[in-house]
Protein backbone atom coordinates (compact mmCIF):
# COMPACT_ATOMS: atom_id res chain seq x y z
CA UNK A 1 0.00 0.00 0.00
CA UNK A 2 1.59 3.36 -0.84
CA UNK A 3 1.67 5.97 1.92
CA UNK A 4 -0.99 8.75 0.41
CA UNK A 5 -3.57 5.50 0.34
CA UNK A 6 -2.40 4.98 3.83
CA UNK A 7 -2.77 8.65 4.79
CA UNK A 8 -6.55 8.25 3.46
CA UNK A 9 -7.07 5.48 5.47
CA UNK A 10 -6.21 6.92 8.90
CA UNK A 11 -8.30 9.80 7.89
CA UNK A 12 -10.94 8.13 7.17
CA UNK A 13 -10.57 5.85 10.21
CA UNK A 14 -10.51 8.63 12.62
CA UNK A 15 -13.55 10.13 11.06
CA UNK A 16 -15.07 7.27 12.00
CA UNK A 17 -13.90 6.59 15.38
CA UNK A 18 -12.32 3.67 14.35
CA UNK A 19 -8.42 4.55 15.98
CA UNK A 20 -6.58 3.88 19.36
CA UNK A 21 -4.29 6.49 21.62
CA UNK A 22 -0.93 5.83 22.47
CA UNK A 23 -1.36 6.00 26.03
CA UNK A 24 2.04 8.70 25.74
CA UNK A 25 -0.54 10.62 22.91
CA UNK A 26 -3.31 10.45 25.93
CA UNK A 27 -1.22 11.15 28.88
CA UNK A 28 0.17 14.18 27.39
CA UNK A 29 0.23 17.87 29.52
CA UNK A 30 -2.66 19.28 29.77
CA UNK A 31 -1.18 22.38 27.65
CA UNK A 32 -0.48 19.54 24.77
CA UNK A 33 -3.78 17.13 24.86
CA UNK A 34 -6.13 16.90 22.85
CA UNK A 35 -10.02 15.60 23.72
CA UNK A 36 -10.50 12.68 21.03
CA UNK A 37 -12.90 15.00 19.29
CA UNK A 38 -10.27 17.44 18.80
CA UNK A 39 -8.53 14.89 17.05
CA UNK A 40 -11.77 14.13 14.53
CA UNK A 41 -11.64 17.63 13.71
CA UNK A 42 -8.47 17.99 12.52
CA UNK A 43 -8.61 14.78 10.46
CA UNK A 44 -12.38 15.81 9.12
CA UNK A 45 -10.47 19.47 8.27
CA UNK A 46 -6.66 17.70 7.58
CA UNK A 47 -4.96 20.53 5.59
CA UNK A 48 -1.31 19.36 5.11
CA UNK A 49 -0.22 15.99 5.67
CA UNK A 50 3.35 14.92 5.09
CA UNK A 51 5.25 11.29 5.77
CA UNK A 52 7.97 11.61 8.48
CA UNK A 53 10.75 8.56 6.84
CA UNK A 54 12.98 9.08 10.59
CA UNK A 55 9.74 8.54 12.80
CA UNK A 56 8.21 6.17 9.89
CA UNK A 57 4.78 7.85 10.64
CA UNK A 58 2.34 10.43 9.14
CA UNK A 59 1.42 13.40 10.61
CA UNK A 60 -1.76 15.84 9.58
CA UNK A 61 -2.84 19.50 10.19
CA UNK A 62 -5.65 20.70 10.32
CA UNK A 63 -8.01 22.53 12.79
CA UNK A 64 -9.24 22.31 16.58
CA UNK A 65 -13.00 23.13 16.84
CA UNK A 66 -12.12 26.67 18.17
CA UNK A 67 -10.78 27.49 14.72
CA UNK A 68 -7.26 26.90 16.15
CA UNK A 69 -4.46 24.76 14.24
CA UNK A 70 -3.83 21.12 15.88
CA UNK A 71 -1.76 17.91 14.21
CA UNK A 72 -1.41 14.23 15.35
CA UNK A 73 0.88 11.82 13.80
CA UNK A 74 -0.21 8.08 13.10
CA UNK A 75 0.53 4.77 11.72
CA UNK A 76 -1.67 2.32 10.09
CA UNK A 77 -2.45 -1.05 12.03
CA UNK A 78 -5.59 -2.51 11.48
CA UNK A 79 -7.19 0.77 12.54
CA UNK A 80 -5.42 4.27 13.21
CA UNK A 81 -3.11 3.87 15.88
CA UNK A 82 -2.47 8.01 17.06
CA UNK A 83 1.24 7.79 18.40
CA UNK A 84 1.16 11.92 19.22
CA UNK A 85 -1.46 14.85 19.41
CA UNK A 86 -0.25 18.59 19.60
CA UNK A 87 -1.61 21.82 19.31
CA UNK A 88 0.15 24.37 16.99
CA UNK A 89 -0.79 27.72 15.04
CA UNK A 90 -1.50 27.10 11.28
CA UNK A 91 0.42 29.62 9.29
CA UNK A 92 -1.22 31.66 6.31
CA UNK A 93 -0.11 29.31 3.29
CA UNK A 94 -1.48 26.11 5.45
CA UNK A 95 -4.69 27.62 5.57
CA UNK B 1 -8.63 -6.81 28.05
CA UNK B 2 -5.96 -5.48 30.91
CA UNK B 3 -6.94 -2.14 32.95
CA UNK B 4 -4.81 0.41 34.05
CA UNK B 5 -4.79 3.65 36.28
CA UNK B 6 -3.91 6.84 35.45
CA UNK B 7 -3.32 9.73 37.65
CA UNK B 8 -3.88 12.91 36.57
CA UNK B 9 -6.07 13.63 33.69
CA UNK B 10 -5.77 16.62 31.06
CA UNK B 11 -4.19 18.79 33.65
CA UNK B 12 -6.11 18.35 36.81
CA UNK B 13 -3.47 16.15 38.82
CA UNK B 14 -6.36 15.19 41.37
CA UNK B 15 -7.94 12.99 39.30
CA UNK B 16 -7.18 9.09 39.29
CA UNK B 17 -8.55 6.79 36.91
CA UNK B 18 -9.17 3.26 37.37
CA UNK B 19 -9.91 0.44 35.76
CA UNK B 20 -9.30 1.69 32.39
CA UNK B 21 -9.34 -1.24 29.45
CA UNK B 22 -6.05 -0.70 27.35
CA UNK B 23 -4.74 -3.23 24.39
CA UNK B 24 -1.24 -3.90 24.69
CA UNK B 25 0.83 -3.88 21.45
CA UNK B 26 3.91 -5.24 20.49
CA UNK B 27 4.44 -2.42 17.97
CA UNK B 28 3.08 0.52 19.87
CA UNK B 29 2.93 0.00 23.55
CA UNK B 30 -0.08 0.43 25.60
CA UNK B 31 -2.95 1.63 23.67
CA UNK B 32 -6.37 2.69 24.23
CA UNK B 33 -9.19 2.93 21.98
CA UNK B 34 -10.82 6.33 21.03
CA UNK B 35 -14.00 5.21 22.63
CA UNK B 36 -12.70 4.22 25.77
CA UNK B 37 -10.49 7.73 25.49
CA UNK B 38 -13.92 9.72 24.56
CA UNK B 39 -15.89 7.65 27.97
CA UNK B 40 -13.05 8.53 30.51
CA UNK B 41 -13.44 12.04 29.39
CA UNK B 42 -16.90 12.02 29.67
CA UNK B 43 -16.66 9.93 33.13
CA UNK B 44 -14.04 12.51 34.58
CA UNK B 45 -16.07 15.90 33.92
CA UNK B 46 -18.86 14.37 35.24
CA UNK B 47 -16.94 13.34 38.68
CA UNK B 48 -16.25 16.76 38.92
CA UNK B 49 -19.62 18.28 39.32
CA UNK B 50 -21.35 15.06 40.88
CA UNK B 51 -18.48 15.53 43.78
CA UNK B 52 -19.46 18.85 44.33
CA UNK B 53 -15.64 20.23 43.92
CA UNK B 54 -15.35 24.37 43.44
CA UNK B 55 -14.81 25.24 40.02
CA UNK B 56 -11.65 27.67 39.73
CA UNK B 57 -9.30 28.31 37.21
CA UNK B 58 -8.15 25.11 36.47
CA UNK B 59 -11.39 23.82 36.25
CA UNK B 60 -12.68 26.13 33.81
CA UNK B 61 -9.11 25.69 31.51
CA UNK B 62 -10.32 21.80 31.50
CA UNK B 63 -13.72 22.26 30.82
CA UNK B 64 -12.77 24.41 28.14
CA UNK B 65 -10.24 22.09 26.32
CA UNK B 66 -12.75 19.43 26.94
CA UNK B 67 -15.67 20.82 24.84
CA UNK B 68 -13.08 22.44 22.60
CA UNK B 69 -14.19 26.04 23.05
CA UNK B 70 -11.90 29.03 22.23
CA UNK B 71 -11.62 31.64 25.54
CA UNK B 72 -14.46 33.71 22.85
CA UNK B 73 -16.33 31.14 22.76
CA UNK B 74 -16.26 30.12 26.11
CA UNK B 75 -16.84 33.80 27.10
CA UNK B 76 -19.94 34.44 24.56
CA UNK B 77 -22.21 31.66 26.14
CA UNK B 78 -21.70 32.74 29.42
CA UNK B 79 -21.99 36.68 28.56
CA UNK B 80 -18.19 37.21 29.20
CA UNK B 81 -15.47 38.59 27.52
CA UNK B 82 -12.31 36.40 26.03
CA UNK B 83 -10.21 38.49 28.69
CA UNK B 84 -12.53 37.47 31.58
CA UNK B 85 -12.29 34.03 31.03
CA UNK B 86 -8.60 34.25 30.71
CA UNK B 87 -8.26 36.31 34.43
CA UNK B 88 -9.87 33.23 35.62
CA UNK B 89 -8.17 30.42 33.85
CA UNK B 90 -4.69 32.53 35.40
CA UNK B 91 -5.75 32.53 38.75
CA UNK B 92 -5.60 28.53 38.62
CA UNK B 93 -6.22 28.12 42.10
CA UNK B 94 -8.77 31.02 42.74
CA UNK B 95 -12.43 29.40 42.75
CA UNK B 96 -15.35 31.36 40.94
CA UNK B 97 -17.84 33.57 42.30
CA UNK B 98 -20.98 31.87 43.21
CA UNK B 99 -22.94 32.97 40.49
CA UNK B 100 -20.58 32.05 37.49
CA UNK B 101 -19.53 28.46 38.97
CA UNK B 102 -23.55 27.96 38.99
CA UNK B 103 -23.62 29.48 35.46
CA UNK B 104 -20.47 27.39 34.27
CA UNK B 105 -21.74 24.05 35.84
CA UNK B 106 -24.75 24.39 33.98
CA UNK B 107 -23.34 25.59 30.54
CA UNK B 108 -21.38 22.19 31.18
CA UNK B 109 -24.46 20.13 31.64
CA UNK B 110 -26.08 21.69 28.90
CA UNK B 111 -23.02 20.77 26.20
CA UNK B 112 -22.10 17.88 27.46
CA UNK B 113 -25.70 16.25 28.34
CA UNK B 114 -25.43 15.61 31.34
CA UNK B 115 -29.30 15.81 33.04
CA UNK B 116 -29.23 18.60 36.21
CA UNK B 117 -30.55 16.22 39.05
CA UNK B 118 -27.32 13.77 38.25
CA UNK B 119 -25.03 16.35 40.12
CA UNK B 120 -25.50 19.13 42.81
CA UNK B 121 -25.87 22.75 41.08
CA UNK B 122 -24.90 24.96 44.35
CA UNK B 123 -21.92 23.56 46.25
CA UNK B 124 -21.24 24.97 49.37
CA UNK B 125 -18.58 27.83 50.20
CA UNK B 126 -15.77 25.92 52.39
CA UNK B 127 -15.90 22.92 49.50
CA UNK B 128 -12.09 22.10 48.94
CA UNK B 129 -10.56 20.77 46.10
CA UNK B 130 -9.54 16.77 47.05
CA UNK B 131 -6.31 15.53 46.84
CA UNK B 132 -7.38 12.46 44.95
CA UNK B 133 -10.86 11.93 43.28
CA UNK B 134 -11.07 8.36 42.42
CA UNK B 135 -12.98 7.68 38.30
CA UNK B 136 -13.84 4.27 37.83
CA UNK B 137 -14.35 2.90 34.33
CA UNK B 138 -17.66 2.11 33.22
CA UNK B 139 -19.13 1.59 30.07
CA UNK B 140 -22.91 2.62 31.09
CA UNK B 141 -23.87 6.40 29.83
CA UNK B 142 -22.91 9.41 32.28
CA UNK B 143 -24.82 12.06 33.84
CA UNK B 144 -28.33 10.38 33.41
CA UNK B 145 -30.57 11.50 36.17
CA UNK B 146 -30.72 9.41 38.87
CA UNK B 147 -34.09 6.73 39.04
CA UNK B 148 -36.57 8.02 41.34
CA UNK B 149 -38.94 5.40 43.05
CA UNK B 150 -42.36 5.29 41.74
CA UNK B 151 -45.32 4.91 44.24
CA UNK B 152 -46.44 1.73 44.49
Known amino acids: MNRITEARQIIEAVKA ?13 AERALPVEEIQSIAATAVEWLWQDDRQT ?5 YRRNGRGGGFTAV ?11 KRSLNRWER | MPKREFQGFMGLKYIAL ?5 EESKKHGQLIHASVSKQVERLASHA ?3 AGLPIRGREVAYYRSILGLSLKQFGSLLGYSDVAILKWE ?5 RL ?12 AQRMGFSLDSFPLEVPADAK ?5 EVEYRKEPVGVAPMKASAA
Do not use: M, W
Open chain 2, 129 to 133: SPKVL
Open chain 1, 58 to 62: HKFLG
Open chain 2, 90 to 94: RAKDK
Open chain 2, 97 to 108: ERVNEIAVRVLI
Open chain 2, 48 to 50: ILA
Open chain 1, 17 to 29: GNFSLRVHARLRS
Open chain 1, 76 to 86: LDGGAVIVTVF
Open chain 2, 18 to 22: KGVPY
